[in-house]
C-alpha cells in the first residue's frame, strides 16, 4: 500500500529560477497539504486542495502556487526564488482511504519531502 | 506571540528516564491536537492525538488543558528510540467529517522540542 510520494527528492536551482515539486497522495485521498520546513522549524502551512480546489493558503508571497489534477496529484511552483525558500517542502494526504492508511481525526500522511537548495 | 509554542530543548535524558514536554497554543478556537513525531531528516508522523480526557498509548500520555491552552506529552521509560523531535500540532479546523471533506485541515506546527535520550 503506497503512501505519499514526492519527486525530486533533492534539487539546486538558482536565485530567480522557477521549480515545480509533484505529489503523489495516498490512494483514495482527496485532499493534500503542502508545507515548508525550514531547517530548526516546524512546518509551516502553504496551500490546501481537495477536490481540485484550493481550501486554504498559508501566509506566503504570490510567487507560490499550487494545482491538484483530476486523480488528486498536486504540483507546487515556486518563482522567483530567493535564498530564504530553501527549505523542506513536505506534501501531505488526508481522507478516507483504503488499508493502513485511514482517517483520524485530521491526521495527515506526510511524504518524504523535497529538499531544495537555492544558491 | 507564535500561534503554538513549544522549548527547542533539546532535552537530554537517560535511559529509562521519564520526560515531559509542554505546548501551549494562543487560538482558543482550536479545535484538534496532535503530537507528531520528526526524526532527524525524516517526514512528520503521527505520534497521537490529544484529547480533552487525556489518552494513552503505552509509554506516551498526552494531556490536553483547554482553559489554560496547553497541551503536554509524558514519555515513560524513555528508550533509545525515543530520540527525535516532537511538534506539538494545532487545528483550527473542524473535526470529523468535516475535516475528510476538505473543509479546513490546516495544522498549525510548533517549532518542535528536541530529545536525546543516551545510555
Known amino acids: 500500500d503506497a503512501g505519499v510520494t514526492q519527486s525530486p527528492t533533492h534539487l539546486i536551482k538558482t536565485r530567480g529560477q522557477q521549480v515545480t515539486l509533484r505529489c503523489s497522495p495516498i490512494?483514495?485521498?482527496?485532499?493534500v497539504s503542502w508545507y515548508q520546513q525550514v531547517l530548526g522549524q516546524g512546518p509551516q502551512f502553504i496551500f490546501q486542495?481537495?477536490?481540485?480546489?484550493?481550501?486554504g493558503r498559508g501566509n506566503f508571497p504570490d510567487r507560490f502556487s499550487a494545482r491538484q489534477f483530476p486523480n488528486y496529484s498536486s504540483e507546487l511552483n515556486v518563482n522567483a526564488l530567493l535564498l530564504g525558500d530553501s527549505a523542506l517542502y513536505l506534501c501531505a494526504s488526508s481522507g478516507p482511504g483504503t488499508g493502513q492508511h485511514t482517517p483520524n481525526t485530521g491526521e495527515l500522511f506526510f511524504g518524504e519531502g523535497s529538499r531544495l537548495t537555492v544558491l | 506571540r507564535k500561534e503554538v509554542e513549544q522549548d527547542p530543548g533539546p532535552f537530554n535524558v537517560p535511559e529509562g528516564a521519564t520526560v515531559a514536554f509542554n505546548c501551549t497554543y494562543s487560538?482558543?478556537?482550536?479545535?484538534?491536537f496532535f503530537w507528531y513525531r520528526q526524526d532527524c531528516r525524516k517526514e512528520p508522523k503521527l505520534l497521537m492525538s490529544?484529547?480533552?480526557s487525556g489518552n494513552e498509548d503505552g509509554r506516551f500520555t498526552a494531556q490536553l488543558n483547554r482553559a489554560s491552552q496547553y497541551i503536554s506529552l509524558l514519555i515513560r521509560d524513555s528508550k533509545l528510540s525515543d530520540s527525535a523531535t516532537y511538534l506539538c500540532v494545532v487545528n483550527r479546523g473542524r473535526t470529523l467529517p468535516y475535516i475528510l471533506t476538505g473543509g479546513g485541515n490546516k495544522l498549525t506546527f510548533g517549532t518542535g522540542t528536541q530529545l536525546k535520550v543516551e545510555l
Open positions: 490512494s483514495g485521498h482527496k485532499s
Open positions: 490529544v484529547y480533552s
Open positions: 487560538n482558543s478556537a482550536s479545535q484538534s
Open positions: 486542495y481537495y477536490e481540485k480546489e484550493e481550501r
